[in-house]
């Protein structure tokens, strides 16, 4: 039995929620550009979730702009889909079975543009939502009277002539729009692109005016782990309890935010916000980019070289170690939260790192220490050299669990052997890649400068890091003591004995 709107009175499973009737009757509220795993977990699901709580009644419409591949698996289902929600809150183990019916229809942008431009005349359709990836978001000098225009900013643009045109450009049809791509300041970002491309475009002025004053471009950060298609395994075994068949069956964590940028116009339009604390919507979302990118970004940046040598494989593995766990702990809670360089409270923090912890151990994600080490020198200038920096305005007393991190960092960029253009380094007895764009340097200098001021070459790159590091007090020093334990002793060795030392 395939999951659709005529099979829901048959499922069995008694663990899942299911729609009800009246939802599949409520009008169409957004546009949502993007078809994938991401959008499905979090946006989607938050209006889902106010749709059954009666807060938002209306559904979404969804625009595919790849090529490849059709529609199929969602007209086969209805657009339904189960999210399956699994993982640990407030210290507890958590799971939660849902069959979302947000999605109304999905649309091909190369075969339905015609019907996708129809929406753009719809007095409901107020909400754009978008997931093209970062590539996404680039500009693309283009016509767009095209069928469709190839960028989705091009893509955008032709909805919204069509709506100042449906509308005789009144004020109350600008829409409220919401990229969700992983680029800081996407919302304006999208909306400079799209000015220039409407100039490109010379669309008149009457236009730009509407463009620039009706609509709101909302920068957002999203944050949830939603990972690619499940594996056969873990469909199989769900179809199996279920009673019947998903091809969209979507795996997520607990934890959720979608911070948006907006006043209370875009409150009012955003509506679904009401049904979950994990949409906030707020004049400045910075903190929540500061708080993620600190605490769980940089705590992940600098225990991924650490647990890699110590021989754990994925994020659950190391936390499942005492010794490894209480590093983590101590690294975010203790010296990370207390240099955040932007103003934020230790309830903040402490709420947070609570959060970031319970992500940490959920048993259902399998991260991979080596996948977190790509860009693992650009991640460390862009999320801990801040962060060390305000460390040391505020005290000279070494942070040894950062210390321990960067020694840990450059004892894994040690290259033994290039191929092909690729790197690669050695650890408990075997070969891992390196993939760094600074591979090339670390690989040059490996033969050019004695072992012994390796740490200093490296710490003192101002290139490198935007400053040079060793003249932080005690800093070098740290660092060098546990390279040398790292290197001669093991990296849970190097932990062991900063526990001691504490």
Same mark, same amino acid.
């Given at each position: 039995?395939?999951?659709?709107?005529?099979?829901?009175?048959?499922i069995?499973?008694?663990?899942?929620i299911?729609?009800?009737?009246?939802i599949?009757n409520?009008?169409?509220?957004?546009?949502?550009?993007? /078809?994938?795993?991401?959008?499905?977990?979090?946006?989607?699901?938050?209006?889902?979730?106010?749709?059954? +709580?009666?807060?938002?009644?209306?559904?979404?419409?969804?625009?595919?702009?790849? /090529?490849?591949g059709?529609?199929?698996?969602?007209?086969?289902?209805?657009?339904?889909? /189960?999210?399956? %929600?699994?993982?640990?809150?407030?210290?507890?183990?958590?799971?939660?079975?849902?069959? &979302?019916?947000?999605?109304?229809?999905?649309? !091909? @942008?190369?075969s339905?543009?015609?019907?996708?431009?129809? &929406?753009?005349?719809?007095?409901?359709? =107020?909400?754009?939502?978008s997931?093209?990836?970062?590539?996404g978001i680039?500009?693309?000098?283009?016509?767009?009277?095209?069928s469709p225009? !190839?960028?989705?900013p091009?893509?955008l643009? *032709?909805?919204?002539?069509?709506?100042?045109?449906?509308?005789n450009?009144?004020?109350?049809s600008?829409?409220?729009?919401?990229?969700?791509?992983?680029?800081?300041?996407? $919302?304006?970002?999208?909306?400079?692109?799209?000015?220039?491309?409407?100039?490109?475009?010379?669309?008149?002025?009457?236009?730009?005016?509407?463009?620039?004053?009706?609509?709101?471009? &909302?920068?957002?950060?999203?944050?949830?782990?939603?990972?690619? =298609?499940?594996?056969?395994?873990?469909? @199989?075994?769900?179809?199996?309890?279920?009673?019947?068949?998903?091809?969209l069956?979507?795996?997520?964590?607990?934890?959720?935010?979608?911070?948006?940028?907006?006043?209370?116009?875009v409150?009012?339009?955003?509506?679904?916000?009401?049904?979950d604390? $994990?949409? %906030?919507?707020?004049?400045?979302i910075?903190?929540?980019?500061?708080?993620?990118?600190?605490?769980?970004n940089g705590?992940?940046?600098?225990? &991924?070289?650490?647990?890699?040598? @110590?021989?754990?494989?994925?994020?659950?593995? *190391?936390?499942?170690?005492?010794?490894?766990?209480?590093?983590?702990?101590?690294?975010?809670?203790?010296?990370?939260?207390? *240099?955040?360089?932007?103003?934020?409270?230790?309830?903040? !923090?402490?709420?947070? *790192?609570?959060?970031?912890?319970?992500?940490?151990?959920?048993?259902?994600?399998?991260?991979?220490?080596?996948?977190?080490?790509?860009?693992?020198?650009?991640?460390?200038?862009?999320?801990?050299?801040?962060?060390?920096?305000?460390?040391?305005?505020?005290?000279?007393?070494?942070?040894?669990?950062?210390?321990?991190?960067?020694?840990?960092?450059?004892?894994f960029?040690?290259?033994? =052997?290039? +191929?092909?253009?690729?790197?690669?380094?050695?650890a408990?007895?075997e070969?891992?890649?390196?993939?760094?764009?600074?591979a090339?340097?670390?690989?040059?200098?490996?033969?050019?400068?004695?072992?012994?001021?390796?740490?200093?070459?490296?710490?003192n790159? !101002?290139?490198?890091?935007?400053?040079?590091?060793?003249?932080?007090?005690?800093?070098?020093?740290?660092?060098?003591q546990?390279?040398?334990?790292i290197?001669?002793? $093991?990296?849970?060795?190097?932990i062991?004995?900063?526990?001691? @030392?504490?």
């Open positions: 039995m395939i999951l659709s709107k005529s099979t829901l009175k048959d069995p499973y008694l663990e899942v299911v729609p009800e009737e009246s599949f409520l009008p169409e509220k957004v546009l949502q550009f993007g /078809t994938g795993v991401l959008l499905r977990g979090l946006p989607d699901y938050f209006i889902d979730k106010a749709n059954r +709580q009666g807060l938002f009644n209306g559904r979404v419409v969804v625009v595919k702009s790849t /090529t490849t059709g529609a199929s698996e969602f007209d086969e289902q209805d657009s339904l889909y /189960t999210l399956c %929600i699994k993982g640990i809150e407030n210290g507890q183990k958590t799971e939660e079975n849902i069959i &979302c019916s947000a999605i109304s229809r999905v649309l !091909t @942008a190369g339905g543009w015609h019907e996708i431009l129809k &929406c753009a005349h719809n007095p409901e359709m =107020k909400i754009i939502i997931n093209t990836t970062e590539v680039q500009l693309v000098k283009e016509s767009i009277e095209a225009p !190839t960028s989705f091009g893509k643009l *032709a909805f919204l002539v069509e709506r100042f045109k449906a509308f450009g009144s004020e109350a600008g829409m409220v729009i919401v990229p969700t791509e992983l680029i800081v300041g996407n $919302g304006d970002k999208l909306k400079a692109i799209v000015l220039e491309l409407a100039a490109f475009n010379q669309l008149d002025a009457a236009f730009i005016n509407w463009l620039e004053k009706s609509n709101s471009f &909302c920068n957002s950060l999203v944050d949830r782990i939603v990972p690619g =298609k499940p594996d056969a395994e873990t469909v @199989a075994a769900y179809q199996e309890k279920a009673g019947y068949e998903d091809q069956l979507t795996i997520s964590e607990v934890y959720r935010l979608w911070a948006i940028q907006g006043d209370e116009k409150k009012s339009v955003l509506s679904f916000a009401e049904a604390p $994990g949409v %906030i919507i707020a004049a400045n910075e903190i929540y980019r500061e708080l993620k990118l600190r605490m769980l705590t992940h940046t600098l225990s &991924c070289g650490l647990a890699f040598l @110590a021989g754990f494989d994925t994020v659950k593995e *190391a936390m499942d170690n005492a010794l490894f766990s209480g590093f983590v702990s101590g690294l975010m809670k203790e010296e990370i939260a207390s *240099a955040i360089p932007y103003k934020v409270s230790k309830q903040q !923090t402490d709420e947070f *790192a609570a959060q970031v912890l319970d992500r940490f151990r959920n048993p259902h994600i399998k991260h991979q220490w080596i996948a977190i080490t790509v860009q693992y020198s650009a991640k460390l200038k862009m999320r801990v050299v801040p962060v060390l920096l305000n460390h040391y305005q505020k005290s000279e007393k070494v942070p040894a669990r950062i210390a321990l991190g960067f020694a840990a960092y450059l004892r960029i040690q290259i033994e =052997k290039e +191929q092909g253009g690729k790197y690669f380094g050695e408990n007895g070969s891992y890649p390196i993939n760094d764009d600074l090339h340097y670390f690989y040059g200098i490996k033969n050019s400068i004695p072992a012994d001021i390796f740490t200093y070459t490296i710490l790159n !101002t290139e490198l890091w935007g400053t040079d590091l060793t003249l932080l007090p005690g800093f070098l020093s740290a660092v060098q546990f390279y040398t334990v290197a001669s002793e $093991g990296a849970l060795k190097a062991d004995g900063l526990s001691t @030392a504490k």
